[in-house]
């Protein structure tokens, strides 16, 4: 009959061991996580909305809104820092306080040599020296030609290897325009 009563008294005490030990596990992962959140300005004091915040050392990151905030949750180490990046201003490293506080970062050191050296495409932004394909620019004081109000008609013949084909001979009829397309595919 002991053996009986032994019995569930050691699988109450088991799940209640068990239960301590997840609950005392739980908050120590919650102690190890940390929210670093700031600020970021430009100089005149405007959000630098779509500067780049990430944490120094790793791939962690993140975007600034369009208030100029942001927030990151990391886990918690000794000495972190954030570095925030734009295009066009110099990058700025902050340490961030031990309660995931990081000072307002304020970008005011333009870097315009920067700027010129990168190209966007449309799909991503390219570091002009790592870009394998030809750019063409043109303004619209370039191409604006009195009496053609369609862009395919004035695009026309100012970049290389434009092709403009109407399919039909309709008033409204949508051109294809293809800019290196299949006219430089060779059948051998």
């Given at each position: ?11 109450i ?14 908050e120590?992962?919650k102690e190890?996580n940390?929210?670093?959140s ?9 959000p630098l909305v779509?500067a ?33 990046s ?10 961030v ?21 990168v190209?966007?495409?449309?799909y ?6 790592n870009?394998?394909?030809?750019v ?21 013949g100012?970049?290389?290897d ?5 399919s ?21």
């Amino acid at each position: 009959m002991r053996k009986k009563r032994l019995f569930p008294l050691l699988l109450i005490m088991f799940f209640v061991a068990l239960l301590t030990n997840n609950v005392n596990a739980q908050e120590t992962t919650k102690e190890e996580n940390i929210v670093i959140s700031g600020r970021v300005n430009y100089s005149n004091g405007e959000p630098l909305v779509g500067a780049t915040i990430r944490i120094a050392g790793t791939k962690l990151g993140t975007s600034v809104d369009e208030t100029g905030h942001y927030e990151l949750h990391v886990k918690r180490s000794n000495h972190m820092q954030v570095i925030c990046s734009f295009i066009g201003c110099k990058s700025v490293t902050e340490n961030v306080g031990k309660d995931g506080s990081v000072p307002l970062i304020i970008m005011n050191d333009d870097d315009s040599h920067t700027t010129a050296e990168v190209v966007v495409t449309g799909y991503q932004q390219i570091d002009k020296r790592n870009l394998t394909s030809s750019v063409t620019s043109l303004n619209m004081n370039q191409i604006d030609r009195p009496g053609i109000s369609s862009l395919d008609k004035m695009l026309q013949g100012r970049i290389p290897d434009l092709v403009v084909t109407s399919s039909s001979s309709e008033v409204n009829a949508v051109p294809k325009i293809r800019i290196r397309g299949t006219s430089t595919h060779r059948k051998s």
